[in-house]
């Protein structure tokens, strides 16, 4: 019988292949009709037409339980994947879910008219809005368990942080002084996605379909969710932020949401500044004006 292998810490799950995981998958499932999808941070498999698999190693085993709980709380409210089973094994946690209709939005996007993208980005932000509504007692339990405790953790490893993704010095000797001068005020604390873009959002004919991915989700303020509007839904045009916007219902402060970003869990502004326009200034203002302000718009 096959199994799973050890992975218990980063390098050792970056060795590892989805196809090198298949025996133990198709051990674990009790069928054969798997096949690996290429994309995601974690290992997934279509299960047949109608199911997808989730699997999360030793390493990251609590997101198996972050991802479960959200996932039943929001169904009924949001179009999100619904549980079929849940268990461990070997090791390793995974979800049985169904699969979402359509194809992602990223996929879909280039085929789109001007009329259907903006369409969407608006539906978008009403989804983001329900998401950001619900109260469920299930979502209590993500972390972190304090807000302002998590920032604050964030803001004394900023420096060392985007000095190891490589950022140039010119973006990182502004970083202290502009997070000082940001005020963070004491927000409402809602469950938020943390990974909110094209790719994880599915569409069918031109109509949303499904939300997924919430292994990172967590709770927090509302704006930290737009760090990742801003650098992969309107990717610096200012004219779909604010059909996002008109959806979502409420204004959001550009610098705080750069502050955001550059204190977020996985921010990479070396990446980010391949893939999106330059401000006119080399300056994290007219950074923050150019990705979540008014901004200037960018070939999509």
């Known amino acids: 019988m096959a199994t799973f292998p050890s992975a218990t810490t980063e390098a050792e799950f970056r060795t590892l292949t989805r196809a090198a995981l298949l025996p133990a998958v198709t051990t674990l499932l009790g069928r054969s009709d798997v096949v690996p999808f290429a994309e995601g941070s974690l290992p997934v498999y279509a299960v047949g037409d109608d199911l997808v698999l989730k699997l999360y190693p030793p390493v990251y085993l609590a997101e198996s339980t972050t991802e479960r709980t959200v996932l039943e709380a929001l169904r009924g409210t949001l179009p999100t994947p619904a549980v079929k089973d849940a268990g461990e094994r070997d090791g390793w946690g995974w979800l049985l879910m169904e699969r979402l209709p359509g194809r992602t939005l990223a996929e879909a996007w280039p085929a789109l008219s001007t009329e259907d993208r903006q369409r969407l980005v608006r539906e978008l932000g009403e989804l983001l809005a329900t998401l950001h509504a619900v109260d469920d ?8 368990a304090d807000w302002a405790e998590f920032v604050a953790a964030q803001r004394e490893k900023v420096v060392e942080h985007h000095r190891k993704t490589g950022l140039d010095e010119t973006w990182i000797e502004q970083v202290p002084a502009f997070l000082d001068a940001v005020d963070f005020g004491t927000p409402s604390v809602v469950p938020l996605h943390t990974e909110f873009m094209r790719e994880h959002v599915m569409v069918t004919e031109g109509r949303i379909t ?5 292994e990172p989700a967590m709770r927090g303020a509302a704006e930290y969710d737009f760090v990742a509007v801003g650098l992969f839904v309107s990717k610096g045009d200012g004219d779909l932020l604010r059909h996002f916007l008109d959806g979502y219902g409420q204004p959001i402060d ?24 330059a401000p006119p200034e080399p300056t994290l203002d007219a950074l923050a004006a150019a990705w979540w302000g008014s901004g200037q718009r960018a070939t999509q």
Do not use: Q
């Open 254 to 277: 550009p610098r705080r949401c750069l502050a955001y970003a550059l204190l977020h869990v996985y921010s990479n502004f070396t990446w980010y500044f391949e893939e999106l326009p």
């Open 137 to 144: 007692s299930r979502l209590a339990a993500l972390a972190p």
């Open 210 to 214: 499904g939300l997924f991915d919430f």
